[in-house]
């Protein structure tokens, strides 16, 4: 099985600003996407990078400008015209992804399989019904089980700490020094970042 990974290469982690520069952002990103792509082939799957620029990763890239949901479903398109009978489709900030997490979302039933995102997102979709397509816009959890239902596909939803930890804000770095297992928390750990257990875990920060 095919499985898309969409990156937003230009500005990513846009709500991380306050914490790290543009250069360190970008950075960080990019190590989050290699742990995903290593999950992805380690689960025995061959991942694709959604790309919304050209960029250097070790995977095959597909260049789509478009927003999310767009690019996304014109990739589902032409898999859909291809041949394929599934697709997956995972998110590039999912820190946490483990081959065993990913093992388990693969080998779910279902026509549409979905991990849901604190907050309402989707960070994780398995489809094997060829007429459904994505909705990332706002609480997208919710618009993929209406999307689903639109087309008469059954839904099975994989409640996952490691695929629903989608790393966005500030508050998300603390999940992936205490439970990530690759580059993106060794990215963390040689920018200067620590755990701090005094009261809720939070990510803090070495002054320079």
């Not at 041949?83 to 093992?103: H, K, N």
């Not at 459904?132 to 209406?146: E, K, L, P, V």
Request: hydrophobic share 45%.
């Amino acid at each position: 099985m095919d499985v898309l990974v969409p990156l937003a290469v230009d500005e990513p982690k846009t709500r991380l600003a306050g914490t790290l520069t543009a250069a360190e952002r970008t950075a960080f990103a990019r190590a989050m996407c290699a742990d995903v792509l290593d999950a992805i082939r380690e689960s025995g799957h061959d991942p694709e990078v959604l790309a919304t620029a050209a960029v250097d990763v070790d995977a095959p890239v597909r260049i789509d400008d478009r927003p999310l949901t767009e690019a996304v479903n014109a990739a589902l398109d032409d898999a859909v015209d291809g041949g394929a009978e599934r697709v997956g489709i995972v998110m590039a900030d999912l820190a946490l992804a483990t081959p065993a997490a990913l093992d388990r979302l693969f080998a779910t039933e279902g026509d549409v399989v979905l991990a849901p995102g604190r907050g309402g997102g989707t960070n994780a979709i398995v489809t094997r019904h060829p007429e459904f397509r994505t909705d990332y816009h706002g609480a997208s959890i919710r618009d993929h089980r209406r999307a689903a239902r639109a087309v008469g596909a059954d839904v099975t939803e994989v409640d996952s700490f490691r695929l629903g930890t989608d790393v966005d804000e500030p508050d998300d770095l603390v999940e992936v020094l205490l439970h990530g297992e690759g580059r993106a928390r060794e990215w963390l750990v040689e920018a200067g970042f620590v755990v701090d257990a005094d009261g809720r875990a939070t990510a803090t920060r070495a002054q320079e």
